[in-house]
């Protein structure tokens, strides 16, 4: 069957108006409206939605294994709905400058908000994931590459996350400057999980450009 709906300005005379009200009056007079429910608003569409999309997020993180890096750093616990604390920092940044910028608190008192370089967020989460410019990575996808081409120059046979950004004495005073002068992270994840950190983690990309590029253009093959 074919229905074609077409809708006639009531000025224009059309033979089947009157029988077409009257049996929508009909269906409306004696139609049954135990089970009907009030149509939901957008809002509260939109409510739903999001509330089962993060269910449903939350289940896959429960049944993922666990094995990636992101795992170990920013994804450390499932999803509730809430930005994750490394999009609570230096929002608005532009490439090739940290500056201050004035903002206001709920106060109206001045802030001054450190804003970071588009590459330096971009590193901040190659290294979350482990997909970044360091040894190991090279390694896991070159093993070809030899000792030194993956090792750390502080002498570490393989450069690792975990290595720069806490250990290795290439990076100490600005470690201590940046990332432990407040309080010393409780492993990797902390430094990608608590607000401080992550703030101090950027000011110590930004400062140090470490794992921004390959240390060493190697030649192809």
């Known amino acids: 069957m074919n229905i074609r709906l077409l809708w006639l300005p009531r000025s224009i005379p059309f033979v089947a108006y009157r029988r077409t009200k009257q049996l929508a009056l009909e269906a409306i007079r004696t139609a049954d409206l135990t089970d009907i429910e009030e149509p939901y608003t957008i809002k509260n569409q939109k409510g739903q939605t999001k509330a089962a999309a993060i269910d449903e997020w939350a289940t896959r993180w ?32 532009a490439d090739g400058a940290n500056r201050n910028e004035d903002t206001h608190t709920a106060g109206h008192q001045p802030l001054k908000r450190a804003k970071f370089s588009r590459l330096t967020h971009a590193t901040l989460y190659r290294l979350a994931t482990g997909h970044t410019f360091i040894g190991a990575y090279t390694q896991h996808f070159h093993p070809q590459h030899m000792q030194e081409q993956v090792a750390c120059p502080c002498g570490k046979p393989t450069q690792t996350v975990e290595h720069v950004l806490l250990y290795c004495p290439c990076y100490t005073p600005l ?29 110590f990309l930004e400062e140090t450009g470490a794992c921004f590029k390959p240390r060493t253009t190697w030649e192809p093959g």
């Open 62 to 93: 429960h049944q993922s294994p666990h094995n990636s890096l992101a795992y170990q750093t920013a994804l450390t616990e499932p999803p509730d709905g809430h930005p994750h604390p490394t999009f609570h920092v230096g929002k608005g940044a």
């Open 175 to 203: 470690c201590q400057k940046h990332l432990t002068a407040n309080s010393r992270p409780h492993g990797l994840s902390s430094l990608f999980t608590q607000t401080e950190h992550v703030e101090g983690l950027l000011h």
